[in-house]
């Protein structure tokens, strides 16, 4: 496929575009993905018009949902259609709805044609392991999708047990909580006034996930609050504007209504906001452990350890359980309760002829 490039001309290759000419003698361009439904891509092939429209389709495009009749009953390719038909599924917000559909959809072209029932432990935890050999996280992703499946295929009769419970998660599938000097490292190197400082600033002191801070606009700020629906658990959130971020907000010159544009004026999909922060990170010397949802762990980590309730820390992630919450604090928690006990140790008797050893 051609694509312009300032003056040159210049072939490129991109995975899922069809090209085709139109019985009008248009040229029309799609991503095409097998299971999932067309997306037209307007544009001329490396404008940013086209180049943020295929980065959309390559994030979220959407499923071909199966029909019931295409899997025989008892297969585990049957049974990813009726637990997507039932309430389990559709209770889960939108965004978790489309992560899910990646994960079964990955798993049903492999294994939709085994019998669910079938299914052992040691099955279930080769699965894992294979993709957990490169890709801790998604190994994570995939075993809680898998589990909740199976969830499912026990309370509708299909399996008596569970095979995915007692599979422990892969350590390395959790993103890096940035410490305290890698915060600074990044600040010293950004200035305030920098798209670079205001992408930080924002996923920092909002707390919030990169999808959720890649869809912000000017409009979501109000009466120096930011109010936003979370796509993940659709929650409604009101966030205080810290000082550090008004500064970063105020510092950047508007370039249309997203709060982070691109050099259109239109908002950074997803993926190119993530790209761009990892670039950033890069160029500020930090390491490759940085990355863009750390600093969401990291707000939570540094509330936690200035003594936030697990309410309060709930009260800016917007996460809809507790549990998830307790991770931030425990730490921090053990450290203040260490001191607050060694302190209840009576004071040594001091002698003066010894001397402390260094």
């Given at each position: 496929?051609?694509?312009?490039?300032?003056?040159?001309?210049?072939?490129?290759?991109?995975r899922?575009?069809?090209?085709?000419?139109?019985?009008h003698?248009?040229?029309?361009?799609?991503?095409?993905r097998?299971?999932?439904?067309?997306?037209?891509?307007?544009?001329?092939?490396?404008?940013?018009?086209f180049m943020?429209?295929?980065q959309?389709?390559?994030?979220?495009?959407e499923?071909?949902?199966?029909?019931?009749?295409?899997?025989?009953?008892?297969?585990?390719?049957?049974?990813v259609t009726?637990?997507?038909?039932s309430?389990?599924?559709?209770?889960?917000?939108?965004?978790?709805?489309?992560?899910?559909?990646?994960v079964?959809n990955?798993?049903?072209?492999?294994?939709?044609?085994?019998?669910?029932?079938?299914?052992?432990?040691?099955?279930?935890?080769?699965i894992i392991?294979?993709?957990?050999?490169?890709?801790?996280?998604?190994?994570?992703?995939t075993?809680?999708?898998?589990?909740?499946?199976?969830?499912?295929?026990?309370?509708?009769?299909?399996?008596?047990?569970?095979p995915?419970?007692?599979?422990?998660?892969?350590?390395?599938g959790?993103?890096?909580?940035w410490?305290?000097?890698?915060?600074?490292?990044?600040?010293?190197h950004?200035a305030?006034g920098?798209?670079e400082r205001l992408m930080?600033a924002l996923?920092l002191?909002?707390?919030?996930r990169?999808?959720?801070?890649?869809?912000?606009?000017?409009?979501?700020?109000?009466d120096?609050?930011?109010?936003?629906?979370?796509q993940?658990t659709?929650?409604?959130m009101?966030i205080a504007?810290?000082p550090?971020?008004a500064?970063?907000i105020a510092?950047?010159?508007?370039?249309g209504?997203?709060?982070?544009?691109?050099?259109?004026g239109?908002?950074?999909?997803?993926?190119?906001?993530?790209?761009?922060?990892?670039k950033?990170?890069?160029?500020?010397?930090?390491?490759?452990r940085?990355?863009p949802?750390?600093?969401r762990k990291a707000?939570?980590?540094?509330?936690?350890?200035?003594g936030?309730?697990?309410?309060?820390?709930?009260a800016?992630s917007?996460?809809?359980?507790?549990?998830?919450v307790?991770?931030?604090t425990?730490?921090?928690?053990?450290?203040s309760l260490?001191?607050a006990?060694?302190?209840?140790?009576?004071?040594?008797?001091?002698?003066k002829?010894?001397?402390?050893?260094?």
């Open positions: 496929m051609t694509a312009v490039m300032g003056d040159c001309v210049v072939n490129i290759r991109l899922y575009v069809n090209e085709f000419v139109d019985r003698g248009k040229p029309r361009r799609y991503f095409r097998r299971g999932f439904k067309p997306v037209p891509l307007p544009g001329i092939p490396g404008s940013i018009e943020e429209a295929y959309r389709a390559l994030e979220s495009a499923p071909i949902k199966e029909k019931r009749t295409q899997r025989p009953a008892g297969t585990f390719g049957r049974l009726d637990y997507r038909a309430a389990m599924f559709k209770n889960l917000a939108p965004k978790s709805q489309q992560t899910y559909d990646k079964l990955a798993l049903t072209e492999k294994h939709g044609h085994r019998i669910a029932a079938d299914l052992t432990p040691e099955a279930a935890r080769r392991e294979r993709i957990g050999a490169k890709r801790p996280a998604m190994a994570n992703l075993a809680s999708v898998l589990r909740r499946v199976m969830s499912y295929a026990v309370k509708t009769g299909l399996r008596r047990d569970n995915m419970v007692g599979i422990e998660k892969y350590r390395g959790e993103h890096h909580t410490i305290d000097e890698e915060l600074a490292t990044y600040e010293a950004w305030v920098t798209r930080f996923l002191y909002t707390g919030q990169i999808g959720d801070v890649a869809r912000l606009t000017r409009s979501n700020i109000k120096g609050e930011i109010h936003l629906v979370q993940k659709g929650i409604e009101t504007i810290r550090e971020l500064e970063a510092a950047m010159k508007p370039k209504l997203p709060l982070i544009a691109a050099e259109s239109r908002a950074l999909a997803v993926g190119s906001l993530y790209q761009a922060m990892v950033a990170i890069a160029a500020a010397g930090l390491p490759s940085c990355v949802h750390g600093l707000l939570l980590r540094r509330l936690a350890e200035h936030a309730t697990t309410k309060q820390l709930q800016v917007g996460h809809s359980t507790l549990a998830e307790e991770r931030y425990r730490r921090a928690e053990q450290a260490n001191r006990a060694l302190d209840l140790l009576p004071a040594p008797a001091r002698s002829n010894r001397k402390l050893q260094t």
